[in-house]
Nanobody
Framework: QVQLIESGGGLVQAVGSLRLSCAAS????????MAWFREVPGKEREFIAT????????AYADSVKGRFTISIDNAKKLVFLQMNNLRPEDTATYYC?????????????????????WGQGTQVTVSS
């Protein structure tokens, strides 16, 4: 059984930093891609960042580009989201996602529907 467990959320002041972690468990689980999404009440869960294991390509939402960095430790099945220069509008529940499929189109990795496994979420609150 595959489980994704996020950690690292919390309360931070604007322009501060946080580092989220996501640990994947499952003996035979080898994700092709892992990603971060976020959600605020009343809005759709939105794509933040993804990293594709087989080619190392990363992609980011425009709203976080240049401030957030996704990285992965394949040996430990850990994915990280380094968040710098945080803004109040970054306040959300952040979810880790993973999938074992490989997509021909790079844009497919931005779609929520293409991730089978999800964590429970970790809250990030940025105060002004």
């Amino acid at each position: 059984q595959v489980q994704l467990i996020e950690s690292g959320g919390g309360l931070v002041q604007a322009v501060g930093s946080l580092r989220l972690s996501c640990a994947a468990s499952g003996r035979t689980f080898t994700p092709e891609a892992m990603a971060w999404f976020r959600e605020v009440p009343g809005k759709e869960r939105e794509f933040i960042a993804t990293i594709v294991n087989w080619n190392g390509i990363t992609a980011y939402a425009d709203s976080v580009k240049g401030r957030f960095t996704i990285s992965i430790d394949n040996a430990k099945k850990l994915v990280f989201l380094q968040m710098n220069n945080l803004r109040p509008e970054d306040t959300a529940t952040y979810y880790c996602a993973a999938d074992q499929r490989r997509f021909a189109e790079r844009s497919a990795y931005r779609l929520r529907i293409n991730y089978e496994y999800w964590g429970q979420g970790t809250q990030v609150t940025v105060s002004s």
